[in-house]
């Protein structure tokens, strides 16, 4: 049994799988490729057995097949970002038990002392032998251990989400279907490949329906005008930071620019919005510039997408809409009770995306579920049939830029400093980022670090979009009576420094 993926794939060989870097990827090269990584995996054993491969490499056609190679060989993907300073790549590597590490000879250099550390094997360019003919692939089942995504929550460091192949079928499955995708279908990628959005929303469910996949290194908003006008182009999908900032742009071109940019949207037959609240403004603006109403969906990397807005039908601002097919979806209150529609309640899901473990957490993984049904943390209501997100339990959890971050993660990095006695990390809301990390600091001994050298101080440790952009000097933070700093208080007392509006 192949990877469902694999199995579709050999049903259009010829179409064109990706496009990176000016160069074709057709289904039957993404075959070929991708079989002879497994080989060079596999070194003589038939089956990886859910080792995990951690592989760092920038979007394009080795990404790809160095991706469906790990699941042809048995093993267990673990995307690294390529944005990541050493630390955070070495938390991952450890923490996943790494069995070895593939990366693109631009990252080889970076990424050497960490798996040395690690003492793993570096792979450079596991693409380079090609020759898949005489590999002879295991059989891969749906329970079969698939990826290891890793998510920031409630506990300090991030902890590593499984999913089975079945899971990620599910849910690749369930958009194909609601979204209505074609293998005529030509999406533009622009979005980073270590978490869900990037991985199945995008690339997992182009190739699941023979369509075409086109990475773009990164997002530059002008870039990304700019194919839009190059060629057509039928789906977008991306974070609503990414809408705003191609208002931004769409706003500081001249008229004759915008024109053409506008007219360049016509084309497209769907345009989605995830990962983060959409502000009603962007939505709005958006359908002003490009003629489409966005579709908003909701989601979650232990869960995949579970509520989403009508392919058909009213698109309403400000709500994720219904349960997408197969995915149930319920409201509780603080007893784990369903509430009355209306009422304001936990999301929890149940179907077959939901992930099934935290890796090598099993109190964790216990406490993220009751009965079967998987506790978000998010806090919803239904209104004429609708969701809408009124926001998390927890304070400590921070969405900016559509990345999840936890206060308390960046917090633990903080305290490191030699200056800093005690911090207190913060969501401020942000036009631009949705939220924006904020840090409250009470320094030691008078010793109040500089802005600009903490920032870079943090960026060597966290990745950037964890590093706070605003910081504020205390002479002490304020808990109460129980010694419990009162973040929601805290957050007050920043100056607002609102970015310019999307
Ligand atoms: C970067 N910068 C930030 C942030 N990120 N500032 C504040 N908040 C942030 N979050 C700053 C950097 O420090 C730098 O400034 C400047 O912005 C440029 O940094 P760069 O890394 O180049 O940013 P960018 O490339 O412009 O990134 C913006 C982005 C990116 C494209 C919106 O954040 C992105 O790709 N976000 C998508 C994340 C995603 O895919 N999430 C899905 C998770 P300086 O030089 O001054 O330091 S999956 C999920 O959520 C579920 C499943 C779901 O529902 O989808
Ligand atoms: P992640 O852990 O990165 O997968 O992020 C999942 C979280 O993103 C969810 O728990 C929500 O808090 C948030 N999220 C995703 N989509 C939306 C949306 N459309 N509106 C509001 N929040 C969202």
């Not at 773009?216 to 182009?233: D, I």
């Not at 899901?349 to 009965?371: I, L, M, S």
Request: proline letters at 7%.
């Amino acid at each position: 049994m192949e990877p469902g993926l694999v199995q579709r794939a050999r049903q259009h060989p010829d179409r064109t799988a990706v496009l990176a870097e000016d160069a074709r990827f057709s289904y039957r090269e993404l075959l070929q490729s991708s079989a002879g990584v497994a080989g060079r995996l596999l070194q003589g054993t038939d089956d990886l057995g859910e080792k995990r491969i951690a592989y760092l490499l920038p979007p394009g056609v080795s990404h790809v097949a160095i991706q469906w190679g790990i699941w042809r060989a048995g093993g267990i993907a673990v995307p690294l970002c390529t944005a990541h300073p050493p630390p955070e790549w070495e938390y991952v590597l450890r923490d996943s038990g790494a069995h070895l590490v593939v990366a693109h000879d631009s990252f080889a250099e970076q990424i050497r002392p960490v798996a040395n550390r690690c003492g793993l094997t570096l792979i450079d360019d596991a693409t380079a032998e090609s020759d898949s003919s005489s590999v002879r692939l295991p059989s891969i089942p749906p329970s079969r251990r698939a990826m290891i995504l890793y998510t920031s929550g409630t506990t300090s460091r991030p902890k590593g989400v499984v999913s089975t192949h079945g899971n990620l079928e599910a849910q690749i499955e369930t958009l194909v279907r609601a979204w209505g995708w074609q293998p005529q279908d030509h999406i533009l990628h622009v979005l980073p490949l270590h978490h869900v959005h990037g991985i199945v929303n995008v690339l997992c469910c182009a190739l699941w329906s023979g369509a075409t996949c086109e990475m773009l290194p990164r997002f530059e908003a002008g870039e990304v005008w700019g194919r839009f006008v190059r060629s057509p182009l039928t789906l977008f999908m991306a974070v609503p930071t990414v809408y705003s900032r191609l208002i931004a742009a769409w706003e500081a071109a001249p008229p004759s620019q915008r024109k053409v940019w506008s007219r360049a949207c016509a084309g497209m037959r769907l345009m989605v919005s995830g990962s983060a609240a959409l502000p009603v403004a962007v939505l709005e603006k958006w359908q002003r510039i490009s003629g489409h109403r966005l579709l908003e969906r909701y989601g979650m990397t232990e869960i995949g997408m579970a509520l989403s807005n009508p392919l058909k039908g009213e698109r309403r601002a400000g709500y994720v809409g219904s349960p997408l097919p197969g995915v149930e979806v319920r409201l509780v209150d603080d007893q784990e009770e369903p509430v009355e529609t209306g009422t304001p309640g936990e999301i929890q899901v149940k179907g077959p995306g939901v992930f099934g473990e935290y890796w090598r957490r099993p109190e964790e993984t216990r406490a993220a579920f009751t009965n079967g049904w998987f506790r978000t943390g998010d806090v919803a209501v239904v209104e004429e049939g609708c969701y809408r997100i009124l926001g998390r339990q927890s304070v400590d959890i921070i969405k900016t830029g559509g990345y999840k971050v936890s206060a308390l993660e960046i917090e633990e990095v903080l305290r490191t400093h030699p200056d800093i006695a005690e911090c207190a990390v913060v969501g401020l809301p942000d036009r631009e980022w949705g939220e924006c990390v904020a840090a409250a600091l009470v320094s030691r001994s008078g010793r109040s670090p500089a802005p600009d050298r903490l920032r870079l101080w943090a960026k060597a440790r966290l990745a950037v979009y964890k590093v706070p952009r605003q910081f504020l000097q205390m002479d002490s933070l304020p808990r109460n009576l129980l010694g419990k700093v009162n973040k929601r208080e805290l957050a007050k007392l920043f100056p607002s420094e609102e970015s310019p509006a999307g």
